[in-house]
């Protein structure tokens, strides 16, 4: 007398695919993953920028709003020679201007990035 084999839960069925199974060959079912919405970035926001400041100098950003202060900029991502990033997830509009090595400001007006904008400059330093 032959013992029939219980499939545990993620099988779905032997190899052999009979109903009447008593082989030991499982095949898995394929299942979906799980998707995680920890740390999702629902109002990520870029900025792109593209300046050539000089070898060995630094591209910042300081401001108002998020994380950004006054006060003490933040390091920009350099991406290349001329291109710098930062991004963020924004939950209300910022205001912001750049700096080369958090000392020298660039010129004209502030910045504003709102929620989930991609925003594109290339500031000037005098």
């Known amino acids: 007398m032959s013992k029939k084999l219980q499939h545990p839960p993620f099988l779905e069925k032997c190899a052999c695919a009979s109903k009447a199974c008593t082989c030991a060959e ?17 109002n990520k ?10 070898w060995g100098n630094v591209l910042f950003i300081r401001g108002e709003g998020a994380s950004l202060s ?7 991502q350099n ?4 291109q710098w990033c930062w991004e963020y997830d924004l939950q209300k509009p910022i205001t912001f ?3 080369i ?13 709102t929620p989930k904008q991609s925003l594109t400059i290339a500031p000037t330093f005098t």
């Open 26 to 42: 499982p095949v898995h079912t394929p299942t979906k993953p799980k998707r995680s919405h920890a740390g999702s970035k629902k």
């Open 45 to 54: 926001a870029r900025i792109q920028v593209t300046a050539n400041i000089g």
């Open 70 to 76: 006054w006060d003490k900029g933040i390091a920009l």
């Open 79 to 82: 991406l290349d020679t001329d």
């Open 97 to 99: 201007k750049l700096l």
């Open 101 to 113: 090595n958090d000392v020298q400001w660039c010129d004209g007006e502030n910045y504003t990035l």
